[in-house]
């Protein structure tokens, strides 16, 4: 980080943004909490930041692809996917693990321009999988590779539960969506925690008993799927 200090000895937060604005929001939000910023203040400005220039910048975004449901065959034994992607086909081979919508799945074939993937009766009753739609747009992630850049937190795609989407509110430039967790799953909510929904890595912003929050800005709203 840039230290040039202003006349008062402390960092400027315009010569802050300029320096995170290269690092992506994940390891941004690390460096405000071990610098003991004031996220509140500080965070949403520099977001605004990141929108504002993210033609610029090498926007560091959580899911790979959106994918779409081009055939989906449900039976007593479970689900066949085929699901036309491009960018994840990349270095994929069959048995590789694909997370969709945040569920880890077998790739069981790969076709010129997508996969196909086997869901177990397991995972059907665990997620949303069974109410997928064909023409409907899915989250998509290969596999992390050790090495690589983590910009959430890590996601072991065995889904826990299910969360009932409650209400959506206008937040500055950002939408904060509000879910209701399964009760008994609550306790392992930690506000400013993080949470993968629909396999987007995202920070709890409120908790409210079962009711937790959490917020997208814009670029996360339309790359993504929640």
Known sequence: IDSKENNNGTVTTDHLFASLLDVGEGIAIRIFIGMNLNLDDM????????YEKKGKINKKLLIEELGIIREN????????????????????KIGSSVAVNGACL????????????????????????????????????????????????????????????VRIEKEGF???????IEEGYQ???VYKGSIAINGVSLTVASIDNNIF?????????????V
Do not use: M, W
């Not at 965070?43 to 990141?50: N, P, V, W």
């Not at 064909?134 to 090495?147: C, D, M, Q």
């Not at 950002?174 to 209701?180: G, I, K, P, Q």
């Open 43 to 50: 965070y949403d400005e520099f977001c605004e930041k990141i």
């Open 73 to 92: 065959k449900y039976s007593s034994k479970g689900c066949v996917l085929s699901i036309e992607c491009k960018k994840i086909l990349d270095d994929l």
């Open 106 to 165: 077998t790739v069981t074939d790969i076709l010129s321009d997508g996969i196909i993937t086997e869901i177990s009766n397991e995972t059907l009753k665990k997620t949303n999988s069974d109410s997928i739609k064909i023409g409907e747009k899915v989250n998509l992630e290969r596999a992390l590779k050790f090495g690589g850049r983590i910009d959430g937190h890590i996601v072991t795609g065995h889904v826990d539960c299910f969360a009932r989407f």
């Open 174 to 180: 950002s939408n904060r969506y509000y879910f209701e």
């Open 187 to 189: 306790k392992y909510i």
């Open 213 to 225: 929050s959490v917020e997208l800005i814009p670029v996360t709203d339309q790359k993504s799927v």
